[in-house]
């Protein structure tokens, strides 16, 4: 079983947050441990990009003093940090654009994830605006010493 952490838009209608919510799993992201920018670009992970490229670029560079031995070792810590940290980086990154994380669903796979949430997140009951409260005309002036419909109070002669 997988487990996926649902993020919804923050301050957006139910309907609104239902069309943009976003699985994001939880674990090791293989895709990214192989193809690390092309996972970021995929996504849309531009400063896990940006990081990915700076650190990649600094083992290069470090390649001429260290030997090809040492660097392809750090290459392949690399490879795995990126697959272990992936998918928190994504999160991260969903937080920074105005998406909170709502709840936690487990399931075989995303579309039984997508099921269970929705099936629950339905069945929730929504709360209602309050109601409106009725118009209040301004008073009417009324004479003192008037109670009800009587002209003067007192008792009867």
Do not use: C, K
Not at 3 to 21: F, G, T
Request: no cysteine; proline share 10%.
């Amino acid at each position: 079983m997988a487990i996926y952490s649902v993020h919804l838009p923050r301050n957006a209608a139910p309907d609104v947050a239902a069309d943009r919510s976003i699985f994001v799993r939880d674990g090791f992201a293989f895709w990214a441990l192989l193809l690390g920018p092309l996972w970021f670009l995929r996504y849309r992970e531009w400063l896990g990009l940006v990081g990915w490229l700076v650190l990649a670029t600094l083992i290069t560079v470090s390649e001429r003093w260290l030997g090809p031995v040492t660097s392809g070792g750090f290459e392949l810590i690399l490879a795995l940090a990126t697959g272990v940290a992936a998918n928190d980086i994504r999160r991260l990154t969903l937080a920074l654009r105005g998406f909170r994380e709502s709840v936690v669903v487990e399931g075989p796979n995303r579309e039984a994830a997508e099921r269970r949430f929705f099936d629950t997140w339905l069945a929730q009951p929504r709360p209602t605006s309050p109601p409106v409260p009725p118009v209040l005309h301004p008073a009417r002036s009324v004479p003192p010493g008037v109670l009800g419909l009587f002209p003067e109070s007192g008792a009867r002669p």
